[in-house]
């Protein structure tokens, strides 16, 4: 029988990577990456105009750029050849955004605007325009929209819209001249096979879309701004499209730059955070993936659409279609680690560490994993970051109780991780109490394949079994799924992503379940972690308020 | 005009200080200082009998031996002759208490008690005595015992009492045999002059006893042990000095020993962070005098005997006679400086340290000082060993608030700063609102000679002008000054504490001034620690208490 792979293609924030599957078998056949060659731009553009804080742009020819070298890479790796390829998927960090002309050209190509900041691709991370999401989420909580209900009550400055219209306040040119204002993802997408097929998954999460209720309506739209009135319906698109549809087939000129057959479908794009819930097994309800890295990101689905407080993103056929995917998130998690071994690693554990031939997180590892449950008397707050989900808060900050002269670093680390742990239980059991059920973790990303000690305290925090991604390149893998669907059965893909994802992706064998001793030990510090959490997210929310603003004013 | 010399010998925990000074000028002539040489004994006995935890001993022969070395050697230092010391002065820690029999010979003495710990010195430090301090605690308050008021509702494990109670409870045939059981400095003055005499300063600030209401009943005390009815008419006396007066002449034999003339006065001991407050020039009402060093003691004057919350000890004539004096504590301040430099500063701070040519300390003070108030966003409780004062709350722990993946060690190490000037302030404050004034800092101890930021922290914290004991001994200066009150005007001496502060101790030139916009930022700063304090120490000060018995079981 001849094999049959699907390409996935995962846009990251820093590079890009290619990634061929057989979609019978989910073997990993051969890969390649590259980072983007001008990088991120958060000081100024590349002809030297400087940019405002808060500001991260990326050039969007990057993105084109790198495909003629990784995917014939990822092709030799895996002794490939075009034919066996039956469908290509991509995923795109989001809300990451670009004005182009009608035929999605960009604007930053332009000679005209090569000096213009607006013009370029804005970074998911790029937060300048946040006192829009500000405005925008006063005026849709006066006037009741009922798209804030969808996101826990408030949007984030890192979305589509926020970034729009910061575009029409700093450089009404720019958007003047846009004719589209498009999700990266989803303009590669259009690139290759010539089609502008919006995805759900983006729209859905970033562009404040819902299937039934849309975009906002142009009455909230223009108490924005006069000029932002007609946003939709100029520059978006209500054909929305979801996952698993195939947008076209790949043009000519670009399977000539890759190797690639024309016409090979390519699917609708995944957010990376939902691709990686397909390539960590998960295609249906009651089953969180947590994505751990920098932050972590919690998606679960479940088969009725609920209204629930406290959830970053809730939307229909978000990532598997007939499931609503609720998306949740820590704002800092492994930041929070670096933090910690960045700036307070003492000389003599340094050269412990380097004596036992490891670095300084396996050796705090260690020597925190000797700790029992509760045994360094400390409880922190994980919002070195603010808190993302459920407060979507970003002005609090992180807090440790319980210090005294007896405390040792590793005390303090355990502590870090046990903090992370608490605050993905308060996600858990906000689900959970609203009606969506979270039976078991899985858990993908970098900190889930180097951190055990981290991964048995989630699961003896939380109280449920954790598997782990098989895969290392899980968002990778759940966009060549997208593109087995995309491909279909007559060209030897697949029918559902819930077949897709049972033959290609899988966990390793080795699960984490929880200790029942160690459980009913964190159910007391867990109860003291939700009076703490209430009484600095709650009572008084405004202490780290003040502290920040008075920091702000030195 | 003949050169008149007082001298004063410092006993602190690990070392005794001999110190001759001019009572005209206040110069210091000479000064000596020795180790004990069998040091503090807190795991076995010199015969190899292991010690409980918490236990703190010293052998009292220690204290007479290094007599006969640091007098000569400071007499020889400053060229003196005997005929120019007029009196000598004795400060010592408190409570350090011993059992002897009615001459004074020590139990630990007798071969028949080398293997029992409770026939040595107890430190001020050992804190076995603790479920007998809860177990009188408790007691008193439901008695209503009137001697509560005069220490902050609570009294200490480090105290007289509870560790008499301690001996009688666990070697009661030590108790028995025990003639007298005495505070380590009355017992060194009745050594040198042949005469008891206790001293109305270690009487009232650790043994529980008021001018006008004396010591605990003898129902309070059978309540606690029938054996214990009588223990003050049996092992202690009524007869209480006020500080400034003679205990006696130098003995012949001691005379010979020290090389000091037969007969020279002895005054009556003190304590050695009161002794300190004398040295520091203070010896009357309104001024604050911080002994600044692991931990710090807080003495004010005031002409009225006012019953007040929240101090720790009231004492009438306790340091300067028609003064109460009031005594409060932050139990741990360099402290925490040192538990932060010895755990969490990394290699590369360390070496640039090295490379600035100096140590840690003075490395992140630089650093720390560049820091405008309030710019580390930080705020942080003091509690890293409890909260002496104003909560007598053993049990509270410490807090950080306001980390971000921004926060860098030198925010910390100013946070930690802040929070102990915070302290220091709650600790006025607490005295102003109940009518004691306080209107000026003076400072003495190690961290006073060494860190310019704290101090000026401190100014810009409290609003309050801050002073600097010219001397880098204060309390020994503060024992010679007693001594000089001892010898009397007749013997070239003075008439009164006041007059012989004003003569012997000063301030340095340098006066920390308060920044009054430093000043008004520190106000919004503090304004935030009084409600983090309140929801830690009063709303909800059992969290720490759950987490330290959590820690406790593990």
Chains 1, 2 share one sequence.
Request: charged share 20%; proline share 5%.
């Amino acid at each position: 029988m001849k094999r049959k792979l699907a390409l996935g293609l995962d846009y990251g924030t820093e590079s890009a990577r290619a990634l061929l599957v057989d979609v019978a078998t989910g073997k990993e056949a051969g890969s390649a990456v590259a980072l983007f060659p001008g990088g991120v731009m958060d000081q100024h553009l590349p002809d030297g105009t400087a940019l405002e804080p808060e500001t991260a742009l990326q050039d969007p020819q990057d993105y084109l750029n790198v495909l003629s070298t990784i995917v014939p890479e990822a092709v030799r790796a895996g002794n490939a050849n075009a034919e066996e390829i039956i469908g290509i998927g991509i995923d795109f960090t989001a809300s990451t955004v670009l004005p182009t002309l009608t035929d999605g050209t960009p604007l930053c190509s332009l000679p005209k605007f090569a000096g213009e900041p607006y013009a370029w691709v804005k970074l998911w991370k790029d937060h300048a325009a946040q006192p829009e999401a500000d405005e925008m989420n006063a005026l849709a909580a006066s006037g009741n929209e009922s798209f804030l209900a969808r996101y826990g009550g408030k949007i984030s400055s890192e979305w589509l819209f926020p970034k729009a219209l910061r575009m029409l306040h700093k450089a009404p040119q720019v958007y003047r001249e846009a004719d589209r204002f498009i999700e990266a993802g989803d303009w590669l997408v259009w690139q290759l096979c010539g089609a502008e097929r919006r995805s759900a998954c983006q729209a859905g999460y970033k562009g404040m879309w819902g299937k039934t209720d849309g975009f906002p309506t142009p009455s909230f739209l223009e108490a924005l701004h006069p000029d932002f009135k007609d946003f939709v319906s100029e520059k978006l698109t209500t054909d929305i499209y979801s996952l698993g549809e195939a947008a076209g087939g790949l043009l000519p000129e670009w399977a000539e730059k890759t190797g690639l057959l024309p016409d090979t479908p390519v699917a609708i794009a995944l957010i990376d955070a939902h691709a990686a819930v397909l390539g960590s097994s998960v295609a249906d309800a009651g089953k969180m993936v947590l994505a751990l890295g920098t932050s972590t990101c919690h998606l679960v689905m479940h088969p009725e659409n609920i209204p629930a407080q406290g959830i970053a993103g809730i939307v229909e056929d978000g990532i598997v279609p007939d499931f609503i995917a609720c998306e949740s998130g820590q704002s800092a998690v492994g930041d929070i680690f670096q933090w910690f071994m960045r700036h307070f690693v003492s000389a003599e554990h340094e050269a412990k560490a380097k004596a036992a031939g490891g670095d300084v997180f396996s050796y705090f590892e260690q020597k925190a994993a000797a700790l029992p449950p509760g045994a360094n008397g400390l409880l922190a707050l994980d919002w070195w970051n603010g808190n993302r989900s459920p407060l979507m808060d970003a002005g609090l900050s992180g807090v440790i109780i319980g210090l005294t002269l007896a405390t040792k670093p590793e005390d303090i680390y355990r502590a870090l991780i046990e903090a992370t742990a608490f605050g993905t239980l308060m996600i858990i059991e906000n689900h959970t109490a609203q009606g969506i059920p979270v039976d078991a973790l899985y858990v993908c990303g970098g900190l889930a394949e180097k951190n055990e000690l981290l991964l048995q305290i989630y699961a003896d925090v939380t109280g449920r079994s954790l598997r782990i991604a098989a895969s290392s390149q899980a968002a990778a893998l759940g966009a060549a799924i997208a593109g087995s669907v995309a491909a279909g059965t007559h060209r030897g893909g697949h029918a559902s992503f819930t077949e897709a994802a049972a033959s290609m992706a899988r966990v390793k064998d080795t699960i984490f379940e929880p200790d029942s001793s160690r459980h009913a030990i964190y159910q007391h510090i867990y109860a003291e972690y939700k009076r703490l959490f209430s009484t600095f997210g709650k009572e008084m929310p405004d202490m780290m308020k003040r502290l920040r603003a008075i920091r702000s004013e030195q």
